[in-house]
């Protein structure tokens, strides 16, 4: 059962989180609800509980994990199928180990807010229906607040689900739990030769094409552990992700990942190394090693084909052309170069004509070294007049896949700032703002601009 907090109010909510469910958002700010999101009242069909699981952190093995402190009220039937409500941060539970159970107000904020931003990104993710908060102080670096995020998700099982049954030889429950899924999340699978290959199929390639879609948003998750890893191929688990500003491949957003094992550069093949210990979860299900291995032999095809598609959608590329990647590997090389700002550098590339380089100012002035730039828009101009191009309909198609708004770091800083002095007010305007990430809205241009020079050494570590 989740502990009750001090005095809960209403922080936050998402109305398009709520229409999933059919709920009116207005609700939510109402007492009644504000003591059911935050645990202080459970409904009376619901029967709360916490999951156990496993998984590798860091690519080391770290044994039983569970929700320590996530608390799943249940689930609610919708047009798309059941949708499960999770209190994350509503206290401790059997698998809390040393943790309290608590999350704080800065963390609920950033989850909260992305799992929206990504939503409305068109990236497969869990949602966050709202957040309550609570004087009530929880210890970190320094003593913060608590607060509760309403996650939402058809299921939060994860690979590291799967790996607990595994490791503790239990092929009984693995199998309750593999047909669990299959029956309520892929009941096409069913009817295949071996359901659990086709199942490890299915992940690796859900999981390849979330990943590419990060990669091409320049999204990076922090803390690719299997057991933030959803057996359905939605981001989950939002911690000290980062969206990438100056770009550099290398970089990594989670200042306790010393190592960088989680930078921008490596996510895909973290996410195959994910898949590599679903596999061997799945093995005893699967039967034979060959099986896995072919399933796992899928990820690398899907994800290099999704790559390609968003990237020719985001250079709005009509055709397929055979040294695409060549452009591809090319503009990464002088954006690299150049650290230049993804986001920004992408939504201005819409702006490109193809007869017109002299109008490439915006652009050029993008980067340090303007030739290379101009090296790579001779090749880029020359692969549009290849389809011929139109500047108008490729500058539209554009704009609906390049965002102009993503959640920067500092931007979330200033929403947190505000929320700990208890003015929710920004919380609520970024994510009006990241719900339409592809309009131009003009009144809010600042916050498509770069992070002012108190934020760039802002550190986001695994503290939450
Ligand atoms: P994370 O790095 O957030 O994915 O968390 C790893 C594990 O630690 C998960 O099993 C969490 O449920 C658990 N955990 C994280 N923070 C807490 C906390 N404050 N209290 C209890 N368990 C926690
Ligand atoms: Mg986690």
């Given at each position: 059962m989740p502990t009750p907090l001090p005095a809960p109010y209403f922080v936050a909510a998402s109305a398009s989180a709520a229409a999933l469910i059919g709920l009116?958002?207005?609700?939510?700010?109402?007492p009644d609800y504000v003591e059911l999101l935050s645990g202080n009242s459970v409904a009376e069909r619901s029967q709360p509980l916490a999951a156990v699981y496993s998984g590798h952190q860091f690519g080391v093995w770290a044994g039983q994990l569970g929700d320590g402190r996530a608390i799943l009220l249940g689930d609610i039937a919708t047009e798309n199928g059941p949708m499960e409500l999770q209190l994350k941060g509503a206290g401790a539970t059997p698998y809390s180990r040393m943790g309290d159970g608590r999350a704080v107000l800065r963390s609920s904020i950033r989850e909260f807010l992305c799992s929206e931003a990504m939503a409305a990104l068109g990236i497969p993710t869990s949602r966050a229906l709202a957040i309550t908060g609570s004087q009530q102080g929880i210890m970190r670096e320094t003593v913060e607040t608590a607060a509760v995020v309403t996650r939402m998700a058809p299921s939060f099982v994860r690979f590291g689900s799967f790996e607990h049954w595994f490791s503790r030889k239990k092929p009984d429950e693995l199998k309750i739990l593999a047909d669990y899924v299959i029956d309520s999340f892929?009941?096409?699978?069913?009817?295949?030769?071996?359901p659990y290959q086709a199942l490890l199929a299915e992940v690796c390639r859900r999981t390849a094409h979330m990943i590419a879609h990060w990669q091409a948003v320049g999204f990076m998750h922090g803390v690719m552990n299997t057991d933030n890893m959803s057996i359905l191929g939605l981001t989950l688990d939002y911690g000290p992700f980062g969206f990438m500003e100056?770009?550099?491949?290398?970089?990594?957003?989670?200042?306790?990942d010393s190592q960088g094992r989680y930078s921008y550069a490596n996510q895909p093949q973290v996410g195959h190394w994910n898949c590599y210990a679903l596999g061997q979860a799945l093995l005893p299900l699967i039967g034979e090693v060959s099986l896995a291995q072919a399933a796992l032999d899928s990820y690398e095809p899907a994800f290099a084909a999704k790559m390609n598609e968003l990237l020719r959608a985001k250079l709005g590329l009509r055709t397929e052309q055979g040294d695409d990647s060549q452009l591809f590997d090319a503009m990464f090389a002088v954006m690299q170069a150049n650290h230049v700002d993804f986001t920004n550098f992408f939504r201005a590339l819409g702006n490109l004509q193809v007869g017109a380089p002299e109008n490439d100012t915006e652009l050029r002035?993008?980067?340090?070294d303007r030739p290379a730039f101009d090296g790579w828009a001779l090749q880029y101009r020359a692969r549009l007049l290849l389809e011929q191009s139109d500047d108008l309909p490729r500058k539209l198609a554009m704009d609906q896949v390049n965002p102009k708004y993503v959640l920067r770091n500092y931007l979330a800083q200033v929403a947190i700032d505000k929320a700990q002095r208890q003015d929710y007010t920004e919380v609520a305007q970024l994510l009006a703002v990241l719900q339409k990430p592809?309009?131009?809205q003009p009144e809010h241009q600042?916050?498509?601009?770069?992070?002012p020079d108190w934020a760039s050494h802002l550190e986001v570590s695994c503290s939450s």
């Amino acid at each position: 059962m989740p502990t009750p907090l001090p005095a809960p109010y209403f922080v936050a909510a998402s109305a398009s989180a709520a229409a999933l469910i059919g709920l009116d958002p207005a609700l939510l700010a109402q007492p009644d609800y504000v003591e059911l999101l935050s645990g202080n009242s459970v409904a009376e069909r619901s029967q709360p509980l916490a999951a156990v699981y496993s998984g590798h952190q860091f690519g080391v093995w770290a044994g039983q994990l569970g929700d320590g402190r996530a608390i799943l009220l249940g689930d609610i039937a919708t047009e798309n199928g059941p949708m499960e409500l999770q209190l994350k941060g509503a206290g401790a539970t059997p698998y809390s180990r040393m943790g309290d159970g608590r999350a704080v107000l800065r963390s609920s904020i950033r989850e909260f807010l992305c799992s929206e931003a990504m939503a409305a990104l068109g990236i497969p993710t869990s949602r966050a229906l709202a957040i309550t908060g609570s004087q009530q102080g929880i210890m970190r670096e320094t003593v913060e607040t608590a607060a509760v995020v309403t996650r939402m998700a058809p299921s939060f099982v994860r690979f590291g689900s799967f790996e607990h049954w595994f490791s503790r030889k239990k092929p009984d429950e693995l199998k309750i739990l593999a047909d669990y899924v299959i029956d309520s999340f892929y009941p096409e699978l069913r009817t295949q030769d071996n359901p659990y290959q086709a199942l490890l199929a299915e992940v690796c390639r859900r999981t390849a094409h979330m990943i590419a879609h990060w990669q091409a948003v320049g999204f990076m998750h922090g803390v690719m552990n299997t057991d933030n890893m959803s057996i359905l191929g939605l981001t989950l688990d939002y911690g000290p992700f980062g969206f990438m500003e100056a770009f550099d491949a290398e970089h990594i957003c989670n200042h306790t990942d010393s190592q960088g094992r989680y930078s921008y550069a490596n996510q895909p093949q973290v996410g195959h190394w994910n898949c590599y210990a679903l596999g061997q979860a799945l093995l005893p299900l699967i039967g034979e090693v060959s099986l896995a291995q072919a399933a796992l032999d899928s990820y690398e095809p899907a994800f290099a084909a999704k790559m390609n598609e968003l990237l020719r959608a985001k250079l709005g590329l009509r055709t397929e052309q055979g040294d695409d990647s060549q452009l591809f590997d090319a503009m990464f090389a002088v954006m690299q170069a150049n650290h230049v700002d993804f986001t920004n550098f992408f939504r201005a590339l819409g702006n490109l004509q193809v007869g017109a380089p002299e109008n490439d100012t915006e652009l050029r002035d993008m980067f340090i070294d303007r030739p290379a730039f101009d090296g790579w828009a001779l090749q880029y101009r020359a692969r549009l007049l290849l389809e011929q191009s139109d500047d108008l309909p490729r500058k539209l198609a554009m704009d609906q896949v390049n965002p102009k708004y993503v959640l920067r770091n500092y931007l979330a800083q200033v929403a947190i700032d505000k929320a700990q002095r208890q003015d929710y007010t920004e919380v609520a305007q970024l994510l009006a703002v990241l719900q339409k990430p592809f309009d131009e809205q003009p009144e809010h241009q600042h916050y498509a601009a770069l992070p002012p020079d108190w934020a760039s050494h802002l550190e986001v570590s695994c503290s939450s």
